[in-house]
């Protein structure tokens, strides 16, 4: 009698297999780390290699043989990459480009804009301009006390030397931070050149919302 189970089990696994869907199942794979993947439809990490289909009883329905090479899947993963980071690029330049949009709907709010940057420069250069008059006058003062010791400059008290010593540095450092704004000024003008240049396509080509309607193609 212990026969009779036995057999009707071996017989149960095929019925089993043949009622359960075609397209169903399970899928199992050992992948090159050595570890035990399972899935509801191939899986990519073992393309290279067997992987098992199971059905919903647990039984090998089927073995799929690998579907590339080492080598192949390796250039396959490469490409998926790269289009994803150009997808990436793509997404993020359309959001700048909205942003950039949104922030300067007109030529003229990207005019004022320009304008207030530049005139905030301007409005330290002034400072600095007054600054180097002052230190230029109180140069003035120090060369009229030194016309006392000209036969022997070295005669000249340390106060005294030390103050054109420092009026010296100042006025040098007055040069120095005049070019830098005076490269700021630059930096600006350009920025906002390339920025006006990318604006003047985005304001022919289209609104704001049209831009942020736009859903990002993948």
């Known amino acids: 009698m212990a026969v009779i189970p036995a057999m009707f089990l071996a017989l149960s696994a095929p019925v089993a297999q043949a009622q359960e869907p075609a397209g169903k199942g399970i899928y199992t794979c050992v992948d090159s780390k050595g570890r035990r993947i399972t899935s509801d439809r191939p899986i990519v990490e073992c393309l290279d290699r067997e992987q098992q289909q199971l059905g919903n009883s647990g039984v090998v329905r089927r073995v799929l043989p690998p579907s590339y090479t080492a080598e192949e899947r390796s250039r396959l993963e490469a490409q998926r990459k790269a289009e994803d980071e150009q997808r990436a690029r793509v997404a993020e330049e359309r959001r ?5 949009l949104i922030r300067y709907p007109n030529p003229a709010s990207h005019d004022k804009e320009r ?5 905030q420069i301007d409005e330290v250069i002034g400072a600095v301009n007054k600054r180097e008059l002052s230190l230029r006058e109180q140069r003035k003062g120090i060369d009229a006390e ?3 010791y000209q036969r022997d400059p070295n005669k000249a008290p340390p106060w005294l030397r030390r103050k054109l010593e420092d009026n ?6 007055q040069k120095r931070f005049l070019d830098e704004q005076a490269q700021e000024k630059r930096r600006i003008n350009a920025r906002f050149d390339e920025e006006l ?5 985005l304001w022919t080509g289209g609104s704001t919302a049209n ?3 736009a859903p990002a193609r993948p």
């Open 96 to 100: 700048r480009d909205r942003a950039l």
């Open 115 to 119: 304008a207030e940057a530049l005139a």
């Open 146 to 148: 030194l016309e006392f």
């Open 168 to 173: 010296e540095q100042q006025i040098l450092v």
């Open 197 to 201: 240049a990318k604006l003047r396509q």
């Open 211 to 213: 831009l942020s309607a």
